[in-house]
Structures are given as C-alpha cells and as structure tokens.
C-alpha cells in the first residue's frame, strides 16, 4: 500500500467581471459561472495524483485570483490471491476571486474565500494478463470511482453594504454560503510492475472520468455541474545508489516521469491542455525495523505545460 501527498499552488491572473448593479442583481449567471468553475476545480482534486507540484500560471492583467490545491491519497491491491484494489483521496482547494461591481461611475472590488474539500473512493478488481521473462506483470484495473464534496464561501469586506446591492440568494451565497457536490464515474488502469534485486519499475497508463453535480442544501443561487476527464502516464525506476547502505538496507534513488492529458470540460480550462512531471529523489528502505512504514520517498519534481511551469517536492510511503 501506498500514501502520496500531494500540493499544487498556482497564481492565475484573469480579467475581473465587470457588471452594473441592477445587472448583477437581475441575473446570476456571472456567480453561478464562477461556482461551477469551482466544481470544475474540484475536478482536479477527484482523481489520484502521485505528483506533487507547484505551478504558477500569468496572463497580462496584474488582477490576481490566487489558487492552491493539495491532495494526499492512496491505492493498494489486497493480495494476489483476492486482488481487489482500494483507492481513496483527499483534496481541499482554496480560491480567492474577485468580483468588481460597477455602476457606471463607481465600482468596488469584492474578495472572496471560496473552500472547497473533496474526498474520492475507488474500488476496483486486477485482471492480470501476463507476467514477462523478467518476472514483470501486466494487470488490467477497471475502477469504479465516487467522490463527495463541498465548497463554502466567506465574504471578507463590507457584507452590510453588499447586502443592500444584490438579491437575497446572491449575497447569502457569497456570505457563507455552500456548494454541495457528489460525482460518479470509473477509471480503466493498464498497470505494469516489476520488483527485483537490482530495480523497480512501475509503469501506469489510467483514464479517469467522473460527473461532479451539485445537490442538497446548496445555495440556491447556485447551482451546476463538471467533469473530470484525463489520461495520465506515470513511470518510476527505483533502483540501489551504488553499494550505500542506510537502516540496513540499499539506499535507492527515484526517477519518475508523468504526462496528464486533460480532456473534456478540463482541456485548456486553467491554460494548459497537458502537464508534464520530471522528479528525481531518494528511497529509504525500513523493512528491516518493526515500524509499520516499509519505505518512505522524498521526490524533488519539476512540472511543465503550455505556458505553465513550476517545482515541488513530494513525499510518500509504503506499508
């Protein structure tokens, strides 16, 4: 079994709305937009990810809405006699837009804090399909996927002057309101593993969907729904550095690449259509010692796309 934790921070500069009061009051879609791109944020949280990042996207305007996103997760196969996979994730996304009202001769700038904590689970069945003359084996995963999750809103100047501008569901919503969302969908994993002496190997080739929509007590200002949908490529070479020692066992180093092509709604949404991950790190061997953590990793990882590029360390463990 393995744990990942995960944290991406990324600065998106965007143009700010820019609307009349009676607009804004008459007709909610521009918030309604701006909720259902934060269930379109939950979509990047749904699917695990052992790649930790940090990103920072720009545009040409200096108004900035600042987003970070973390995850830590896991999966594990049972046992080879009874391979049922587990998989669960936890994802929380913090949000900071800024809303600009106009009048036509004045206008006011509204910060929010929007929060948002998503937790996935996934279960699973390895059909195995070949084992090579190295010792390595191919396995099909389907993956039946569900996630619930939950965003809330906190507005941060002058509630007692906004209330007065706009309809009763909006400023509520901006004011602590919530976003309910639930999310169905399955993922189809092509898994190749080989463990031995002098190296392992771990190849993942994964197409994720799931369908997030809103439900329950969300605000009724707000209502919408996202998709995720992606197809990722993870390698990893661990293998010993030269005869070191450490707890008794060979020191390892970690070489990991991954490409996450986004599809769908996601395709272009933060300004980018596929990142990239190249991570280089160490691997400490704790088997030999009655601790319940059989390997611990620390990975440094340099990520790339259109546009988009950033660092970030990683850490993960084995049981």
Do not use: C
Not at 39 to 67: C, F, H, Q, R
């Amino acid at each position: 079994m393995a744990l990942f934790f995960s944290r991406i921070r990324i600065i998106q500069i965007s143009v700010m709305l820019l609307m009349s009061y009676t607009i804004f009051a008459a007709d909610d879609t521009p918030l309604k937009s701006r909720a259902n791109a934060v269930l379109s944020l939950m979509s990047y949280t749904v699917v695990p990810d052992v790649t930790a990042s940090d990103l920072n996207i720009g545009a040409d305007t200096k108004e900035k809405n600042s987003l970070s996103i973390t995850q830590f997760g896991g999966g594990a196969t049972l046992s080879e006699e009874f391979p049922l996979y587990l998989e669960g994730t936890l994802g929380y996304s913090r949000y900071d837009p800024q809303f600009v009202v106009s009048n036509g001769n004045e206008s006011r700038k509204i910060p929010v804090k929007w929060n948002s904590l998503t937790a996935t689970g996934g279960i699973g069945w390895d059909i195995k399909l070949h084992t090579d003359k190295l010792g390595g084996n191919w396995v099909l995963r389907p993956i039946a996927n569900f996630t619930l999750g939950t965003m809330a809103s906190d507005l941060r100047i002058g509630a007692f002057v906004l209330q007065k501008k706009f309809e009763d569901a909006d400023y509520k919503f901006l004011d602590g309101g919530r976003l309910n969302a639930y999310g169905l969908g399955g993922s189809l994993m092509l898994d190749y593993e080989l463990f031995s002496k002098e190296q392992d190997i771990d190849v993942e080739l994964r197409y994720s969907y799931q369908e997030l929509n809103s439900f329950g007590n969300s605000s009724e200002a707000v209502s919408g729904s996202a998709t995720a949908e992606n197809l990722g490529l993870y390698l990893r070479r661990r293998a010993p550095v030269s005869d070191w020692t450490l707890l008794g066992s060979p020191l390892r180093y970690v070489l990991e690449a991954a490409r996450t092509e986004y599809l769908g709604e996601q395709r272009g949404q933060l300004g980018f259509d596929s990142l990239n991950s190249l991570g280089v790190g160490l691997e400490l061997d704790s088997s030999k010692y009655p601790v319940f953590i059989s390997r611990t990793r620390i990975v440094a990882r340099y990520m790339f796309g259109n546009n988009t590029q950033g660092y970030g360390v990683g850490l993960a463990m084995s049981f």
